[in-house]
């Protein structure tokens, strides 16, 4: 057989990597919530990515509350920073010196997951951090992020909450695209509103190209990729429309695929009515622009808590359990659990 050039390999890993990420939301490979078992003794664990586009909207001081949140309700959670260019996830949570880190996963100097997961002062609840990244070369490869996604899945946990970093690299959507429920992270103001569209919009055509099968189909969604394209296809409907001339079949996977794909949103450091109603608006955007029915899932206020708790690296329940934000916090993580494990596996759950 004739050797596979080096570029089309890396573009084959590339695909692998985004289609491993993709089977979270796979149709087929997927039971229906209502179908999952009791949390401990389902074989895959639920996985949340928290992402956003911009930076400083507050993804990591989210996913390490909620991830603490979880744990507290009595799932086995590991929290992961895949932000290799700025991890801290391990400070909201209070380990100082990581001993390990996904970098090592990168680098190859370790290869099962499992290994890089460390214990915090919460009990159910590990860190995978993301300390002590390569500074040439931060992204793992598209043979390292394919082993990767498939070891963050095969790990014995309820819940992996993924903490994504900023921007749009390829390998920042597949970490978003991972898991189940991706919850995108809005600050109330246009910067952030204009990345969280850029980003809806490159995991809305990863997931598209993967869920297609014919190549030509496939090509066509990466053209239009670019938003300037020539043959004048802007938005997800023309692009349907254009998949619909082209194949039948490709077309009923785009709808289902539209279906399947639920972003979850919440609003952070909200300080008014009208920033609340800020997550309404982009739920309108997701269905109206993209097809897509997103969930509300909730808001958080700005608080001064929220500071003293990552100077303490102490959740903000506990740090200010009375707090509106840490009221809310809670009421976002009852609503994922109650997503993730039907009532007679929450007989455990600590309320
Ligand atoms: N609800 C809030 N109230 C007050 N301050 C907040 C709130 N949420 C986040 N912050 C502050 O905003 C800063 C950025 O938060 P965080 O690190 O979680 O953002 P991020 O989206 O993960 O950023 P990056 O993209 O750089 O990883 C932190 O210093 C944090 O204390
Ligand atoms: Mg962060």
Redesign the pocket.
């Known amino acids: 057989m004739a050797p596979v050039p080096e570029r089309g390999r890396r573009l084959l890993l590339e695909r692998r990597a985004a289609r491993i990420a993709a089977e979270g939301h796979s149709i087929e490979a997927h039971p229906s919530r209502a179908s999952l078992g009791p949390a401990r003794a389902r074989r895959r664990p639920h996985v949340v990515a ?1 992402g ?1 586009g ?11 509350n909620l991830a603490a949140e979880l744990a507290r309700l009595g799932l086995r959670t590991a929290a992961v920073d895949t ?1 290799l260019e ?1 991890a ?1 996830l391990h400070t ?1 949570l209070g380990v100082t010196r990581p001993a390990a880190s996904l970098a090592d996963f990168v680098a190859g100097r370790e290869t099962d997951a499992a290994k890089l997961l460390l214990p915090t002062r919460y009990e159910r609840l590990e860190l995978v951090a993301a300390t002590h990244g390569h500074l040439a070369a931060a992204h793992p490869s598209g043979a390292r992020r394919v082993e990767l996604l498939q070891g963050l899945r095969r790990l014995d946990r309820d819940v992996i909450v993924v ?1 994504c ?2 921007g749009l690299h390829p390998a920042v959507i597949d970490y978003f695209l991972v898991g189940e429920d991706g919850i995108l ?1 809005i600050h109330p103001e246009a910067t952030s509103l204009e990345n969280a569209y850029a980003f809806l919009r490159a995991a809305f055509y990863r997931r598209m190209q993967l869920a297609m099968m014919n190549h030509q189909v496939q090509g066509r969604v990466a053209e239009c990729m670019d938003q300037r394209n020539e043959r004048g296809i802007r938005t997800p409907h023309d692009l349907l429309r254009e998949v619909q001339s082209m194949d039948s079949d490709d077309a009923r996977r785009f709808v289902e695929t539209m279906r399947a794909m639920r972003p979850r949103i919440v609003v ?3 300080s008014s009515a009208e920033d609340v109603r800020l997550g309404f608006a982009v739920r309108n955007v997701c269905r109206t622009y993209f097809g897509l029915e997103a969930e509300y899932l909730g808001y ?8 003293q ?2 100077r303490e690296g102490r959740p903000v329940s506990e740090v200010a359990p009375q707090s509106d ?1 840490a009221i809310y916090l809670r009421r976002i993580a009852r609503k994922l659990v109650d997503g993730i494990a039907p009532a007679p596996a929450r007989a455990g759950v600590h309320a």
């Open positions: 928290l956003g911009k930076g400083g909207v507050g993804k990591t001081f989210l996913a390490s932000d700025g801290n909201w903490d970093g900023a992270v952070n450091e909200v958080l206020n700005r608080d001064e808590a929220v500071r708790a990552l934000v």
